[in-house]
């Protein structure tokens, strides 16, 4: 929304509703407790859209929650946790959530009386100490004399304090049971499996008191002309006119014809931003009264040109409650239409007309109001007014009949008569917030029992089999038509026929055949139902000690409020320049020369730097040690889009954006690494083997999209001092690579990093390519420089998981055992090394996944290619080594007609087996995991209703699958499993942390506090981790592997023992004294409290060359089942219900570790079934944004989620018994691939199909259509030969 039309508006930030120093808005405080915050970067935007919900409408249900949270985009959760804490505020909960709400109890609200506000400690780690008051700390300690403290996790340790905390002593939700007073509040604990059930305490919660909101400011109230008067705003590039009468804008566009109509922006916005467009005048209609009105006549209704869309589904749905259903077919259709058309925050500031006149093909309302025959009214600037129908307004791509000097008056919808029938029809890569791949709109009147646009005049399957034809021919695509996918749009058009025909034969004769009935249903989205199950501590853990406990994340409060900060939110430096990147726009190229005069002339632009101002020595970098295959600046070449070949410094970012931009360039492989593992007489195996079974598997790349882009501060200092603020998980790369190109000593250079909006391995390495110029450019100024990626920059640099092709053959017996396999798998590495030799190396000793293979062959290799760097990606090649073993166990069961899952089962592997690098497997517990998910989910049984479904139902199939999941722990090159920490302790008895880790949302820290209250016996509120930089701990590796807890925890721990027992003295000699009282004590006794911590895993000792010794140190395992069910015409799909189990040892906070799980399956399943890089086969990437590239959203995640940590499973090689768990559940979302492609499986044989099944991942809707194949997708031509044609985009 331009900064303009908010003109008269009150704007209520995050910051504005609550703090974490006075009092939270129950939002915040709900999204904190349920854990619905990991790296807290989409977190503001979430608990924003609630509290506007909340103010719309005090008691929403959990689908208002859900269409309000369209839109958002979180990509650590997975969003179960968030939404389990808004559902605390709606009528799904039973009220606020809170015991007795007013709410459930038959009053109309809280009264203000009835708040208990009369404290206000909110602290995270507060203390609730007020007289009276009451701490509401997420992890507080009651301390105060007559205090209450409700924090979460609270320890009471007051002199009469009450403590009511969620995990403490006295009534601990999560079964640690009543040491003191004996009774868990909530019903839900057993002592007999000491389960935990509950991750957060619905019980004490601040009741949600509409009465208690901000009102809109009465100086705004009292100032309505502020609204309605006509308004200018003039600035250096754009002017902006809000006439107030129709007059006045038709004066306006008279003097300015080239002016735009400007309403929501939310078209313009884009091609500002994104198109580099450019429009000196706009004009903003929204208070024109005749194009805000909305009018009703007998024969429909007419929208003014500015409605909104949220104004438009209102008025419909009225319409509909009030009018005979046939009448307003083609508003039920537009109104289902507007459900999947953007996002709310869209819809309700974007209007009709914008849609219209930007005529894009991908409109989803044009087509509805085409067959709908929808009038339009334009008008001139001198007042005349035409009406045209908007079947013959467009005359071609984004083109129409209007003159310039014409503007959209409004448009006309016509009522359907009792004969007449309406449909609309969309498809999309997701559901929610996503244009369409097709759309469609179907109309047909059938007068006296006869259809007469077709040759057919009965609606049977001569007109079906005469459409279907007549399609064909109106949208003949070409092979290289823009958007691809030929073959499935074709289908789509039928397919949408299709379901229109059956639809209106339902509507005809009131029949529709059973088993057709269930493609006209669309996927309905009941509220998410979940579970999740965890080991609880044992009763006599101390109170203080968080180890176990589901304590929230240490910065919960801080993200809730907005107060917790990120690189970007560090104030503006004396003297900052910002940066803006000149990216190579092409895949490989030569550079003629580099002209940066244009950009120059900026205003504002104050430097340029190129690879002339480094020198040619001190520009070859790259994070492979092996490798100094990237250069800071290009030089001569670009061999991929998005690599720096400049960097325009200037006084603000947009100015150093929009220099950068300025056209600064003129211009005119495969390298294989081998990576070899071999046992056994492969080649008799293969010759003795029952059944040879072959097969090829392709899996997409995957964009890291956190949400927090790369950025980077550089700050120069004297001595060739540099202080680099940098969003990071690699800060020691980061430091190596940028004393490397200033050539200076690493001591110099100072990385830090407070926090990251998320990481996944994407800002481990690549970060450098940004913060190697920056830095170059800061030291060549002087001047402190500042760089933020703008999200295209950053997905057409950055690189992504490596895209892979793998093949296979295998021996196996009758029961499908293998007894032998060969794979070869390639790995896309992009233009440079980067870390791809490790990720190779994952895949290649991760393509066993959970079996056992006899006798084997592997070979990995990397491809060299003309795009961005690949790089790490959580799983770092192991879920590609795993899709590699799941592909083919797969095909074993289908060409030798087994179950699947036996054929898993046979084949898994066993204590004391060997693993592709020869390292016995130890702790195996991959079998407890499936036979716990087996009973969960009731696997035999959704077998068996799965085979009764697809009998039942002709174009809608379910399938069922059960993967298990294996994870090799530590970082595969065995140096880098080291790691430090270090623990200060002050003379007041507080803590300070510092570890070499990177905390990007992953609950890093939080592990580390709960450890330094065990160890050292202090509560929560005395310890504090700040940040990490590398003066504090040096090389320290990357945060990755999914090693950060168990090193430096470790190292935490390590600290921490040692500081217990320089303390231990002093404890004996004042037992009865407290932390602080031997602290004191130690200090003036001279003990120094300053320790360096540090871990080195052992017994890691794998020789690249011999293949000697272990590259692991222990495995994790897991098991998942996933119910799918397919559309088969549209190949859309929905997961009804997945079970997951995984073994995290003892976890050291279940409440993370099941975040993390549930974050990882959803982003597994974006990977495995939804997100799609689409490149031009000229190497340029068309998913540079949220527009194109879709991650999973709320409307994503199953109907039903279990997650189930394995209880009884201590692991003696990590902190604490606990096992790793960044990584390895991602895989479980594989489960969902093989149960679609099991739903395929049934839709082909039914067609009579039998060839095998290729499915690639990610399993996108065309993909899934394509491979159900029928009477549809056999009518289209033959596809042309690869190679004969040039596509618009391949895969990678
Ligand atoms: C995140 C996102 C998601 C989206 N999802 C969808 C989707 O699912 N489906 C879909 O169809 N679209 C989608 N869009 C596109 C866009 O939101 C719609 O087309 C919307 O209706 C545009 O309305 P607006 O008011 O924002 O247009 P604006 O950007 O304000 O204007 C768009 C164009 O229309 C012209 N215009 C506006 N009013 C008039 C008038 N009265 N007379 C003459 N010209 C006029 C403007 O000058 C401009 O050229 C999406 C956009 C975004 C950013
Ligand atoms: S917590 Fe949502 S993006 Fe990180």
Aim: aromatic fraction near 8%.
């Amino acid at each position: 929304m331009p900064l303009c039309a908010a003109h008269g508006l009150a704007v209520t930030t995050v910051e504005g509703i609550g703090s974490s120093k006075t009092r939270l808005h129950p939002v915040q405080e709900r999204l904190a407790k349920s854990h619905g915050s990991q790296c807290g970067f989409c977190t503001p935007g979430i608990v924003m859209s609630m509290y506007t919900l909340l103010r719309n409408q005090p008691q929403p249900s959990m689908q208002d929650v859900e269409t309000y949270m369209q839109g958002n985009l979180c990509r650590c959760t997975g969003y179960r946790a968030i939404l389990d804490g808004l559902r605390t505020l709606t009528t799904d909960s039973g009220g606020c959530g809170v015991q007795n709400c007013c709410r459930t109890n038959g009053s109309s609200g809280c009264g203000p009386g009835d708040r208990q506000t009369n404290g206000t400690g909110s602290g995270q780690n507060g203390t609730g100490s007020g007289e009276n008051g009451t701490g509401s700390g997420l992890n507080g300690s009651g301390s105060g004399e007559n205090g209450t403290n409700s924090g979460q996790n609270g320890t009471n340790s007051g002199q009469n304090g009450t403590n009511s905390g969620e995990n403490g002593t006295n009534s601990g939700q999560n079964g640690t049971g009543s040491r003191q007073n004996g009774t868990p509040t909530n019903g839900t604990y057993r002592e007999e499996d000491r389960v935990g059930t509950s991750l957060f305490n619905t019980e004490r919660l601040t009741p949600y008191d509409p009465s208690q909101e901000a009102i809109f400011p009465p100086e705004l109230m009292l100032r309505p002309d502020w609204v309605s008067r006509p308004l200018k705003f003039s600035g250096p590039r754009v002017t902006w006119h809000r006439p107030a009468t129709l007059s006045e804008l038709l004066r306006l566009k008279a003097t300015y014809p080239n002016a735009k109509l400007v309403n929501g922006n939310t078209e313009i916005g884009v091609e500002v931003k994104l198109k580099r467009c450019e429009y000196p005048v706009l004009i903003n209609p929204g208070q024109v009264t005749e194009l805000t009105s909305v009018t009703w006549d007998e024969d429909g209704v007419t929208f003014g040109a500015a409605v909104t869309l949220s104004d438009i589904e209102a008025e419909l749905l009225t319409a509909q409650s009030q009018q005979p259903a046939w009448k307003t077919r083609v508003f039920s259709a537009i109104t289902e239409m507007l459900r999947w058309f953007a996002g709310t925050q869209i819809r309700n500031v974007s209007a009709i007309g914008g849609n219209i006149m930007t005529g894009s093909p991908i409109s989803d309302l044009v087509p509805l109001l085409m067959s709908a025959d929808s009038q339009l009214t334009l008008m001139t600037s001198s007042g005349e007014q035409r009406t045209v129908p908007i079947r013959g307004f467009y005359t071609a791509y984004r083109r129409n009949v209007a003159k310039p000097d014409e503007i959209l008056l409004s448009v006309t919808v016509p009522y359907t008569a009792e004969d007449e029938f309406f449909m609309g029809f969309k498809q999309a890569h997701r559901r929610d917030d996503d244009i369409a791949i097709v759309n469609a709109g179907f109309f047909v009147r059938i007068r006296d029992q006869k259809v007469h646009t077709f040759r057919a005049t009965s609606w049977d399957d001569s007109l079906l089999q005469e459409a279907v034809s007549l399609l064909l021919e109106d949208l003949p695509l070409g092979p290289s038509a823009p958007g691809g996918m030929i073959e499935y749009r074709r289908t789509l058009t039928l397919s949408f026929f299709f379901k229109f025909y059956l639809q209106t034969c339902g509507w005809i004769t009131g029949r529709v055949d059973e088993s057709c009935k269930s493609v006209l249903e669309k996927f309905h989205r009941p509220t998410p139902a979940s579970t999740q199950l965890y080991q609880v501590v044992p009763d006599d853990q101390p109170v203080e000690d968080l180890v176990g406990r589901p304590v929230a994340h240490m910065s919960a409060l801080k993200q809730v409020t907005g107060e917790a900060q990120y690189l970007d939110d560090i104030p503006p430096l004396a003297g900052e320049l910002h940066a803006g990147f000149v990216l190579s726009s092409r895949a490989h190229a030569r550079i003629a020369s580099v002209d940066a005069r244009e950009a120059l002339q900026e205003p504002g632009a104050t430097h340029f730097f190129s690879a002339k101002d480094i020198a040619p020595e001190r520009n070859k970098t790259g994070p492979s040690p092996h490798h100094q295959d990237e250069e800071v600046f290009r030089a001569e070449t670009v061999t991929s889009m998005g690599q720096v070949i400049g960097l325009v410094l200037a006084c603000d970012r947009a100015t150093a954006q929009r220099a950068a931009k300025k056209d600064a360039i003129r211009e005119n492989s495969f390298t294989p690494t081998v990576h070899y593992f071999e046992h056994g007489d492969v080649n008799a195996a293969f010759s003795s083997a029952a059944h040879v079974v072959e097969g090829s598997v392709r899996m997409g790349g995957q964009e890291h999209f956190y949400l927090e882009t790369v950025g980077c501060i550089a700050v120069p200092k004297e001595d060739n001092e540099m202080e680099v603020h940098v969003s990071s998980q690699g800060l020691n790369i980061n430091q190596m690579l940028i004393a490397r190109a200033l050539g200076v000593p690493a001591n110099r250079i100072v990385c830090k990093a407070k926090r990251l909006g998320g990481g996944f391995g994407g800002k481990e390495s690549r970060t450098c390519s940004v913060t190697t110029p920056v830095a170059v450019a800061a030291n060549r100024s002087g001047r402190p420089v500042r760089a933020v990626l703008e999200r295209d920059e950053d997905m057409a640099s950055m690189g992504t998981r490596h895209p892979m092709l793998a093949k296979y053959r295998a021996g196996v017996t009758v029961e499908g055992k293998v007894t032998c396999v060969e794979m070869e798998i390639f790995l896309n590495a992009g233009f440079s090394h980067d870390l791809s030799l490790g990720v190779i190396s994952r895949a290649t000793t991760s393509c066993d996944n959970a079996y056992h293979y006899p006798a084997y062959r592997i070979t990995g290799k990397l491809c060299l290619t003309n795009t961005p760097s690949n790089t790490a990606f959580r799983g770092f090649g192991g879920p590609q080594g795993s899709m590699v073993a799941e592909a083919m166990m797969d095909d074993i069961a289908s060409q030798l007609r087994l179950d699947a899952t036996q054929v898993r089962m046979v084949n898994l592997v066993q204590e004391g087996h060997l693993n592709v690098t020869r390292q016995p497997m130890v702790q195996v517990t991959v079998d407890r995991c499936i036979a716990e998910v087996v009973q969960k989910a009731g696997f035999r049984r959704l077998q068996r209703e799965v085979e009764t479904f697809n009998r039942l139902n002709r174009w809608k199939k379910r399938g069922v699958a059960l993967i298990p999941n294996k994870f090799n722990i530590a970082f595969g090159l065995a140096l880098l499993n080291q790691g430090g920490a270090l623990v200060h302790i002050y003379t007041d008895g507080s803590v300070l942390v510092t570890v070499g880790g990177v905390e990007m949302g992953q609950g890093l820290f939080t592990k580390c506090y709960q450890v330094v209250t065990r160890v050292l016996g202090v509560s929560a509120d005395r310890v504090y981790i700040s940040e990490t930089a590398t003066d504090k701990v040096p090389n320290a590796s990357p945060t990755a592997a999914s090693m950060s807890t168990d090193l430096y925890g470790a190292a935490v721990l390590n600290a921490c023992e040692q500081l217990r027992e320089r303390l231990a003295p002093f404890r004996k000699a004042a037992p009865d004294g407290t932390f602080s009282d031997w602290v004191l004590a130690a200090y003036q006794s001279r003990v120094c409290l300053s320790v360096c911590g540090f871990e080195a895993t052992k017994g890691l000792a794998f020789d690249p060359l011999t293949h000697i010794g272990d590259m692991y140190s222990y495995f994790v395992f897991g098991a998942a089942c996933s119910l799918v069910e397919v559309d088969c015409l549209t190949g859309d799909h929905q997961v009804l219900k997945t079970d997951i189990v995984m073994d995290v040892g003892e976890s050291l906070n279940p409440a993370i570790d099941i975040g993390q799980i549930e974050g990882a399956f959803m982003q597994g399943y974006g990977l495995f079934c939804m997100e799609r890089l689409k490149y031009s086969p000229n190497g340029f990437n068309f998913t540079r944004g949220p527009g194109a590239y879709k991650i999973p959203g709320f409307g994503d995640i199953p109907l039903e989620l279990h997650v189930s940590l394995l209880r009884g499973s201590p692991n003696p090689r990590a902190v604490y018994s606990s096992k790793a768990v960044g990584e390895p559940p991602l895989f479980s979302a594989a489960s969902v691939f093989f149960a679609i492609k099991e739903a395929v499986r049934a839709a082909r044989a039914q067609n009579g199909i039998s060839e095998p099944l290729r499915m690639e991942s990610p399993a996108t809707p065309d993909r899934i259509r394509m491979a159900c194949r029928d009477m549809f997708t056999d009518k289209l031509p033959p596809a042309p030969e690869p190679g004969s044609f040039k596509p618009w985009m391949v895969d990678l």
